[in-house]
């Protein structure tokens, strides 16, 4: 998981792919008997998340029966923008079907991402006005309307929509809702569209 996930930062990719039931040599389905208990192959997800350092997870598991044999594809999410992943303290990364160490060069290369990419300034592709609290949008707009009463009348920030005054305080762009919108303004339950990274709003 960390060798995968920190590999697909530095390749640029979005997603790392780790496939159980199909031989490397030849590509060919062998199947594989692994987890067969449904239960107990979700269960990963969790165990993944406790064992990687900042807690990540798996993005989906599929599992495919083929004539030749079962085959179970995991969808592994890039580390972060600035984050390293680690398992159990330790940082690794693939030299071709090998796992070794995560040099401290490429820890660095990771790290230094930080610093030429605001994370919270990405806009989020699934991310829509319904995943944000009326609550909290009302008092972001009350807290707008405030800051700049000298100069845009109330009430033509009352017309403006949802759309509008998220544009305005800097949450939305023509790309989409940032991640910041999400931080700030989203439901608890639209953790979720801040993955790879685990969140909890409060």
């Known amino acids: 998981m960390s060798a ?4 697909t930062n530095l390749a640029g990719s ?4 780790l496939v159980f039931g199909v031989r490397n040599s030849t590509w060919r389905v062998v199947g594989t008997e692994y987890r067969r208990d449904p239960e107990r192959l979700n269960g ?5 998340s406790d064992g990687t350092g900042p807690s990540l997870t798996l993005r989906s598991i599929r599992v495919f029966d083929r004539p030749n044999g079962r085959v179970i594809i995991f969808e592994i999410p890039p580390a972060p923008q600035g984050i390293p992943i680690s398992w159990k303290g330790h940082f690794y990364s693939r030299a071709g079907e090998s796992l070794e160490p995560l040099s401290i060069e490429k820890q660095d290369a990771i790290r230094q991402e930080s610093s030429m990419l605001d994370w919270t300034g990405q806009t989020l592709e699934d991310a829509s006005v319904d995943d944000l609290s009326p609550k909290a949008l009302a008092v972001a707009r ?4 405030q800051r700049n009463s000298a100069r845009i009348p109330r ?6 929509d949802d759309d509008q005054v998220l544009t305005h ?3 939305e762009t023509k790309h989409g809702l940032t991640r910041a919108a999400i931080l700030l303004l989203g439901k608890p339950e639209s953790a979720y569209i801040l993955n790879p990274l685990m969140a909890e709003l409060t």
Do not use: D, H
Request: positive net charge; proline residues 0%.
């Open 169 to 171: 305080v800097g949450l």
């Open 44 to 48: 990963l997800k969790k165990q993944v």
């Open 155 to 160: 009430k033509e920030i009352e017309g403006w």
């Open 4 to 7: 995968l996930s920190n590999k």
């Open 14 to 17: 979005t997603a790392g792919w």
């Open 142 to 145: 009350e807290a707008f309307t």
